[in-house]
Every structure is written in C-alpha cells, then in structure tokens.
C-alpha cells in the first residue's frame, strides 16, 4: 500500500490549491485520513482530520479556510485549502490508517508568497 500526496507549488496570499493524497495497492478498508503539515524549524502539526463516516476537524488556525474531503470510490483524500497565508507555507503530509496499518505519504512543498 503506498500514499501519493499531489497538488503543491507556489500561490500568491489569498490564493487556492488543493492537494490529493491517493492510495494504491491491495486496499481492504479506509478508516481515518488526515493532513498534516510541517514548516522550516517548526513540529509537524496536524491540520485536518476526517473520518471513514465523514466527519471532520481542523486545527483552529485553518478553520473556515481549509477544508478536507475523501472519495471512498478512488481511495483518495483532498485538501480544499483557500485564503491561503504566507504562515502556510510548510510540507504538506497525508496520513491514512489503511488495513489496520498507519501509512504516510511523501510531502508535498506548498509555498505562500508575493
């Protein structure tokens, strides 16, 4: 089983993007996904959560900005992030517990600036 995270780069403050994390291989069950995200110098933080039924949290930093979603159909989580702020800019990782085994995806940069 591996997790590709997608959909990084460089956008202007108050600028979208959205990040896929699609997972491959011989998959029985999805449970949790989540985004995380690490910044130069700083911890890897959790950003968002969402559960097999759909329910969801967020860090309070990107509430009402950030949104996360998965389509069960294609094994793949998203990350809706809009108002985008140059505090943003850090790695972005997902996570899934997939089979009853924790995986995570390689980061993806995603850089806020003028």
């Known amino acids: 089983v591996q997790l590709q995270a997608s959909g990084g780069g460089l956008v202007q403050p108050g600028g979208s993007l959205r990040l896929s994390c699609a997972a491959s291989g011989s998959i029985f069950a999805i449970n949790t996904m989540y985004w995380y995200r690490q910044a130069p110098g700083k911890q890897r933080e959790l950003v968002a959560t969402i559960l097999s039924g759909g329910g969801t949290s967020y860090v309070d930093s990107v509430i009402g900005r950030f949104t996360i979603s998965r389509d069960n159909a294609k094994n793949t989580s998203y990350l809706q992030m809009n108002s985008l702020k140059p505090e943003d800019t850090a790695v972005y990782y997902c996570?899934?517990?997939?089979?009853?085994?924790?995986?995570w995806g390689r980061g993806t940069q995603v850089t806020v600036s003028s």
């Open positions: 996570r899934g517990l997939i089979n009853r085994r924790d995986y």
